[in-house]
């Protein structure tokens, strides 16, 4: 029998170190989810992939869904049949998944229904750095905001209890920091899971009459305001007439705690920590409001809390005289980015004056240049024997060949980074989920215009189900011109490798029939050419005969991510450089290999001047062989 | 080693991305920088050596003329129209098999099987119309292949490339049959002081042809496709003006093109190109006036001599005087284009066409004579 999974032990009281996102998935068990839908996305990957260890059948079915938006539906579908459901996603999903909520406020819920979104400050793993917070309060949804780890594991089963008891969807939210840090979280008990879903004969889950539904939001808003007064997770500590308040969500509550213990203020500064972040609590707000004079926002990412403070104290006339607030607006937090404990300590300093020496701006380079020595160097760039590099190889190679300036468009996944040197600064767009092929559907009619540059779309496979595909069609649909390039590495590489509909095996490890992409474009009527992009000249003429050719020209390049495949089946060959045959810097090479190829299992060795395998990283895919000008690379059957 | 002025972005911005490349494939076949495909040579990557072999090779990079001149004849370069020479006749192949189509009187083809045979020439490179529609070049090691090689092909063949990948795989005395950019590029080549110059103080002969201009190969490919479809001409032909037309030789017969059809597809660098008669040569060739079964030869060097001596003594060739309207109209063409490329690299710049000429040279090319009707 398989051991129980730490996250699956009904021990009320045992206390485990877990990832903030490990501790939203236990606070979910601890709620009875019964049904639990994601599209896979950093920093929010790890709640689905948690609860899928609890995942069973006939108790909590748990899936990866092609993306935001159905994910979201999935989990509404189990809430019309009176089931707890969550849905989980990263920032940009909650775009996708945003025209599905904008009318599931107003078409209300049945079993509680929460909807979870971790931002990420910074875009550390993301192309943008959105505050999803707005997007709740334009869609009159409470908001709850996770600050710790304990704390997470607690809101989730608070957030069920409140979209039951206002009928609508509840938005939870973390961020990076809190979603991807640890810590100590004590279990609750685990409830019986019990009850057949039914959908309610006579019930119905529409936005109409709209007015009517509106209002309705409108209510349990104004509703909310009253009641958050009393959430657990609004807390005052602090002196009773503080010369400052920080007001904070989030991470920031952390961070601003840790500020006050260093600068020793305690006692003359208070936090006012809200964890119902829409809609403000109105009387627990206004007594925070009536025992200072100027109050601090410390908040992640744009001033969210910091403008509804503002407007709070302009609806509240008597709480107006001399009142003022700090925060990103007035400049005492930096206007963009994630918070480090030094932006409060910063913020404190100047607005009380107090001589605390802050880092000086030289401390990021000297932790940098001393952590140095410690990582090994590594630009951001595709792994040691990627299909992607060979790939984008390929396509640089054939669009010099063409010769006719042609355009690549970018798409959201690993070959993201095709915009940097490691992918030879091929992918010149980039904007959201499978809109690489969206933007080359509109470039590739432009050809009566007299455009002359071919255009070439690159989409993962994870990518094409999520939101290529209606792309595609559209391009059929309106006989547009370009060749897209499907680079199929058999996973969603880039959040964790989960499976999608083409990987044959669900979330739950159930084996399914994988969803052929080749199927999809032939059923379209397009032009479809599978190849391994490890065979470069293969690779190459197809896409040189491609781009001459009309319509559209769907390509797949099917390789195997390189750490799966070093995974499943080790090294494929032994690689040498033969140090005879290398010759490095001279003219007719110029390191090939190191400078221009750069694949990480290359390295460059300057004492000798000669270019060497890297053992431990090399994966053994044998393609720098084939670009070696002098034949100095060689491979043998591992 | 001296520093070399020039650089990879001399060839890629300044000569190619400028239209001043006169496609002879020096800068070819050494590296995966520079290579060729359909007709054009393509550059997905960045070189950042400051000392390399392509643009130390490229005829259109910085070339003193002088240094030049003064390694080959112990003088200087002085501008004259046909260049220094000691000797010019005509002469012709005397038999011809039937399977051959030479340009006109076969003599390139004939020195090309004297130095193979006689030596001490291993190889020769020569152009042939290869697969696909483009000219390129072939390095062939007998006597034999020499005539399957015969006839023009006016597009720029990057011919050179074979040559220098030839080259990097045998260090042998080569016989050299190339335009006159080629010629210059080959004695560029046995200069270049640099440790993986494969042709370094190589021992070669240089049969140079004439060339007014030659054709961009993309150009022109595309336009005989359009004009012949599948069907590739066996030999074409610019007879002399007053003619004014392209011909090309089909199995169905002659195609006559008007030359304005064909200007549009000259080779842009070709423009600033100083020399007709490829004078750095050992021995040049070319068209007579008048004369299509014949060639004008010119010997140029003590081995151009030798060459020509040995294959007229063995009764392959006749010979003859060129006559004195011939040459005169020969030296005054080749003096117009010395004169138009010097205009042209003016208006252009410097780095296109960069011949560097004594002040002297300069000015014996603008005295050139101003009469008669202008080729381009
Ligand atoms: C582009 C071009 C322009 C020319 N312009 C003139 C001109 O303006 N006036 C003039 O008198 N003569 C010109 N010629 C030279 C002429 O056409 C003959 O090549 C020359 O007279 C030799 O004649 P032949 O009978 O000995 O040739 P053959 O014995 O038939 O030999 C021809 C030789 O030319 C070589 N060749 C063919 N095409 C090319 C090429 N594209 N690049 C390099 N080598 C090539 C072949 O390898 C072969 O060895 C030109 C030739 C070319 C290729
Ligand atoms: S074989 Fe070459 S390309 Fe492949 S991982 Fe090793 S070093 Fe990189
Ligand atoms: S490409 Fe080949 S010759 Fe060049 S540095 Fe690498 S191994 Fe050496
Ligand atoms: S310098 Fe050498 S290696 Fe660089 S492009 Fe030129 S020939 Fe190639
Ligand atoms: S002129 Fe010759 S050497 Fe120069 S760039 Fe063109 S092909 Fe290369």
Known sequence: ?638 | MEKQTASFETITGNIIGNEGCVRCGACVGLCPYLTLYNGTIVFPDKCDLPEGRCFGFCPKAPTDFDEISRELWHAPYTGSPLGTYSDILIAKRVKIPASATPQYGGIVTALVEQALLSGPYKAALVTQWKERSFPGGVVIETPEDALKSAGSHYAGAYSLAAFNQYRQRHAVPMAVVGLPCQTLAVRKMARLNHPRNPHTGSDNLVIGLFCTWALSPRLFSHKLSEWFGAEKPGRFDIPPPPANRFEAFLKSGKKEIPLDEIRPLLNPGCRTCLDMTSEFADISVGAVEGMPQWNTVIIRTEKGRTLFQRLSDSGMIETGDLPSESLSHLAFAAGQKKKRALAAAGEEPRENSAAILSEQARKTILQNEETGDNPL
């Open chain 1, 1 to 638: 029998m398989k051991h129980a999974h730490p996250i699956t032990l009904n021990e009320p009281g045992r206390v485990e170190l877990l990832m903030g996102n490990e501790a939203i998935a236990r606070g979910a068990l601890e709620a009875g989810v019964r049904v639990a839908a994601a599209y896979p996305g950093n920093p929010s990957s790890e709640i689905i992939e948690t609860l899928a260890k609890a995942a069973d059948p006939a108790r909590l079915h748990v899936q990866w869904s092609v993306n935001e938006k159905v994910a979201l539906e999935v989990a509404a579908g189990a809430s019309f049949f009176g089931l707890r459901a969550l849905a989980a996603m990263k920032q940009n999903g909650l775009n996708v998944a945003y025209d599905f909520l904008t009318n599931l406020n107003l078409s209300g819920t049945g079993g509680g229904l929460v909807l979870i979104v971790c931002d990420d400050p910074g875009g550390i793993s993301s192309s943008n750095e959105q505050d999803t917070r707005y997007m709740a309060r334009l869609t009159d949804i409470p908001l709850l905001e996770v600050a710790g780890f304990e704390d997470a594991r607690d809101m989730i089963p608070y957030a069920f209890d409140l979209s039951e008891a206002i009928g609508s969807v509840v938005m939870v939210r973390s961020v990076t920091r809190i979603s991807h840090g640890r810590g100590p979280v004590r279990y609750g008990p685990l409830p019986e899971i019990s009850g057949t879903p039914r959908f309610v004969p006579g019930t119905t889950f529409v936005p109409f009459p709209i007015l009517t539904k509106h209002q309705k939001r409108h209510d349990a808003i104004k509703r909310l305001e009253r009641d958050f007064s009393d959430a657990p997770f609004n807390t005052y500590t602090g002196p009773d007439t503080p010369d400052l308040i920080i007001v904070t969500s989030g991470i920031g509550y952390l961070f601003s705690q840790e500020s006050l213990d260093l600068l020793n203020l305690n006692g003359r500064v208070g936090i006012a920590r809200l964890g119902t972040t829409w809609p403000l609590p109105e009387k627990w707000l206004s007594d925070i409001l009536a025992k200072s004079q100027r109050f601090l926002v410390v908040e992640e990412i744009d001033p969210f809390l910091e403008g509804n403070l503002n407007e709070f104290i302009g609806r509240h006339p008597s709480l107006q005289r001399g009142k003022r607030v700090f925060g990103r607006q007035t400049g005492h937090i930096p206007d963009v980015g994630g918070l480090t404990p030094e932006h409060p300590l910063a913020a404190l300093k100047t607005l009380l004056d107090i001589p605390y020496k802050t880092r000086p701006d030289s401390y990021e380079t000297l932790v940098e240049s001393e952590s140095a020595g410690l990582v090994i160097e590594r630009a951001l760039g595709f792994c040691p024997g990627c299909p992607h590099r060979a790939s984008f190889w390929s396509i640089k190679n054939a669009l010099a060949k063409d010769g006719r300036g042609g355009v690549v468009t970018g798409d959201i996944g690993c070959y993201a980074m095709s915009m940097w040197p490691s992918g030879y600064q091929v992918a010149k767009t980039l904007q959201a989920m499978g809109s690489g092929a969206g933007v080359a559907a509109g470039m590739g009619v432009l050809g009566p215009m007299g455009k002359t540059q071919p255009v070439v779309a690159v989409c993962g496979d994870s990518t094409f189900f999520h939101a290529a595909i209606p792309a595609l069609i559209n391009a059929r649909f309106n006989a547009s011109n370009f060749v897209m390039i499907i680079v199929d590495n058999s996973a969603t590489a880039m959040t964790g490798f989960q499976p999608h509909p083409g990987t044959g095996m669900t979330c739950m490890g159930q084996p399914v029939d994988p969803v052929e992409i080749s199927d999809i474009c032939h059923s379209l009527g397009v032009d479809v050419t599978i190849l391994d992009p490890f065979n470069l000249e293969e690779t190459e003429e197809t896409i040189l005969a491609a781009l001459r050719e009309k319509g559209i020209q769907v390509l797949i390049f099917k390789h195997m991510c390189a750490l799966i495949e070093f995974k499943k089946a080790g090294r494929h060959y032994v690689m040498r450089v033969d140090s005879k045959k290398c010759i490095g810097e001279a003219c007719g090479c110029d390191r090939y290999c190191t400078r221009v190829f750069r694949c990480p299992g290359l390295i460059w060795d300057p004492i000798s001047g000669k270019a060497r395998i890297d053992e431990a990283i090399c994966t053994g895919c044998g393609v720098c062989a084939d670009i070696c000008p002098e034949n100095a690379i060689t491979r043998e059957e591992a």
